[in-house]
């Protein structure tokens, strides 16, 4: 575990004892109880506590609503590696929670949110790499769909680094990066752009110079790569190595402090879609979050922890504006969401649950993520 990781435990750790977190919320009528599910220990536990760690972060920034206590409750998703239904069904029976914060993870990543659904109790999601929360009334998601960021990296493809020519190099074993690649070939071509490669990789490949040898071949100005962290860094090696000389945009899934520490000089210049950046945050509220945070944990805000508080907020700004924790109407003021100021930009819903806002996009310069710009969405909010 490195050292960012560890802080972020130790605050966890630190914040929930003696909170309660340790016990049933039946006999506390008087709070506003939300419950949180998250996978905290196993492959996905670096973006749990980060997550988790941006809640509490929040919660301290805005400890009460409608005059009333707000009581976390905390379930860990992954220990048993048993998905999200079990503890989105203790959180809802026997804490009695108004509503939830999770993150889809597990054998069953989905079950949570189907159960809050039959149950009638909102679920917030931080980030999600699945498109099919859809069909959920009472599902919302803060993070960037595959659409917003696929659309943005065709956009700045083609006008921003002036090239008609794209490939495509995507992991046909992950849905995310299969739904990436098809909605960058969409976006770009429909732009005037040409796919001129699309080439594949499995999730455990270390080779890809038969892949990078096509797309030399071709000639693409750009190459879309829509693979997961230790991938990036893997393939643009092996391109340097090859003396291939491209533009490289990737998405928000490699937007993470490893990348940097795996590819090192390799990934300079590799460009990237993301969620938020501090110099393109709303003022007021990011500037009181970011001294929160530093202050708590002594270490910077990320990406996963201000999505996590994001959900927080956009969950204690839905109770406001509905004046009630009845889920039906929780959910229609989350479902009518407009001009919200997240720490992660201004976001609406659309009718699909999903936040409406720019892509920011970011270049690797030595070891930091230098901001660019921001990308309007295409899409209008609105549900």
Same mark, same amino acid.
């Given at each position: 575990?490195?050292?960012?990781?560890?802080?972020?435990?130790?605050?966890?750790?630190?914040?929930?004892?003696?909170?309660?977190?340790?016990?049933? *919320?039946?006999?506390?009528?008087?709070?506003?109880?939300?419950? +949180?599910?998250?996978?905290?220990?196993?492959?996905? =536990?670096?973006?749990?506590?980060?997550?988790?760690?941006?809640?509490?972060?929040?919660?301290?920034?805005?400890?009460?609503?409608?005059?009333?206590?707000?009581?976390?409750?905390? =379930?860990?998703? #992954?220990?048993?590696?048993?998905?999200?239904?079990?503890?989105?069904?203790?959180?809802?029976?026997?804490?009695? +929670?108004?509503?939830?914060?999770?993150?889809?993870?597990?054998?069953?990543?989905?079950?949570?949110?189907?159960?809050?659904?039959?149950?009638?109790?909102?679920?917030?999601?931080?980030?999600?790499?699945?498109?099919?929360?859809?069909?959920?009334?009472?599902?919302?998601?803060?993070?960037?769909?595959?659409?917003?960021?696929?659309? #943005?990296?065709?956009?700045?493809?083609?006008?921003?680094?002036?090239?008609?020519?794209?490939?495509?190099?995507?992991?046909?074993?992950?849905?995310?990066?299969? /739904?990436?690649?098809?909605?960058?070939?969409?976006?770009?071509?429909?732009?005037?752009?040409?796919?001129?490669?699309? #080439?594949?990789?499995?999730?455990?490949?270390?080779?890809?110079?038969?892949?990078?040898?096509?797309?030399?071949?071709?000639?693409?100005? %750009?190459?879309?790569?829509?693979?997961?962290?230790? /991938?990036?860094?893997?393939?643009?090696?092996?391109?340097? /190595?090859?003396?291939?000389?491209?533009?490289?945009?990737?998405? $928000?899934?490699? $937007?993470?402090?490893?990348?940097?520490?795996?590819?090192?000089?390799? %990934? @300079?210049? %590799?460009?990237?879609?993301?969620?938020?950046?501090? @110099?393109?945050?709303?003022?007021?509220?990011?500037?009181?979050?970011? =001294?929160?945070?530093?202050?708590?944990?002594?270490?910077?805000?990320?990406?996963?922890?201000?999505?996590?508080?994001?959900?927080?907020?956009?969950?204690? /700004?839905?109770?406001?504006?509905?004046?009630?924790?009845?889920?039906?109407?929780?959910? =229609?003021?989350?479902?009518?969401?407009?001009?919200?100021?997240?720490?992660?930009?201004?976001?609406?819903?659309?009718? @699909?649950?999903? *936040?409406?806002?720019?892509? %920011?996009?970011?270049?690797?310069?030595?070891?930091?993520?230098?901001?660019?710009?921001?990308?309007?969405?295409?899409? @209008?909010?609105?549900?």
């Amino acid at each position: 575990m490195n050292r960012t990781r560890s802080l972020l435990l130790i605050l966890v750790l630190l914040l929930v004892t003696g909170s309660p977190l340790s016990a049933p *919320a039946g006999d506390k009528p008087g709070t506003v109880r939300i419950g +949180v599910y998250l996978p905290m220990t196993g492959p996905m =536990e670096a973006r749990g506590q980060a997550e988790y760690a941006g809640i509490l972060v929040a919660h301290k920034m805005k400890p009460s609503v409608l005059g009333t206590k707000i009581d976390l409750f905390l =379930e860990d998703t #992954a220990a048993e590696n048993i998905g999200t239904a079990k503890a989105a069904t203790r959180l809802i029976k026997e804490y009695k +929670v108004h509503a939830l914060i999770g993150e889809p993870s597990g054998d069953d990543p989905l079950g949570g949110i189907s159960l809050a659904e039959r149950a009638e109790k909102p679920t917030v999601i931080p980030s999600t790499q699945f498109p099919a929360i859809q069909d959920k009334q009472y599902a919302f998601h803060v993070g960037l769909t595959n659409a917003l960021q696929g659309e #943005a990296a065709a956009q700045y493809a083609y006008a921003h680094l002036k090239t008609g020519k794209a490939a495509i190099l995507m992991d046909i074993e992950k849905d995310y990066s299969i /739904d990436l690649a098809n909605i960058f070939t969409k976006s770009f071509t429909g732009a005037g752009g040409k796919i001129v490669t699309i #080439a594949y990789c499995q999730t455990w490949d270390s080779d890809f110079t038969t892949q990078l040898s096509s797309i030399m071949a071709e000639k693409a100005g %750009v190459l879309y790569l829509p693979v997961s962290p230790p /991938d990036v860094a893997r393939i643009c090696r092996q391109a340097v /190595d090859m003396g291939i000389n491209i533009h490289i945009i990737s998405s $928000n899934n490699a $937007n993470t402090p490893e990348l940097i520490t795996a590819g090192g000089k390799y %990934v @300079e210049g %590799v460009i990237l879609t993301g969620d938020f950046v501090k @110099e393109d945050a709303p003022v007021d509220v990011a500037k009181t979050y970011f =001294e929160a945070y530093e202050k708590e944990t002594g270490t910077r805000a990320g990406q996963f922890d201000v999505l996590g508080a994001d959900a927080y907020l956009l969950l204690i /700004d839905a109770i406001e504006r509905a004046r009630s924790t009845t889920g039906s109407k929780m959910r =229609e003021a989350l479902a009518t969401t407009k001009e919200f100021k997240g720490i992660s930009g201004v976001m609406g819903m659309d009718k @699909e649950g999903n *936040a409406v806002k720019g892509a %920011v996009m970011l270049k690797i310069e030595g070891d930091k993520f230098r901001y660019l710009e921001t990308l309007p969405p295409v899409k @209008e909010a609105g549900r």
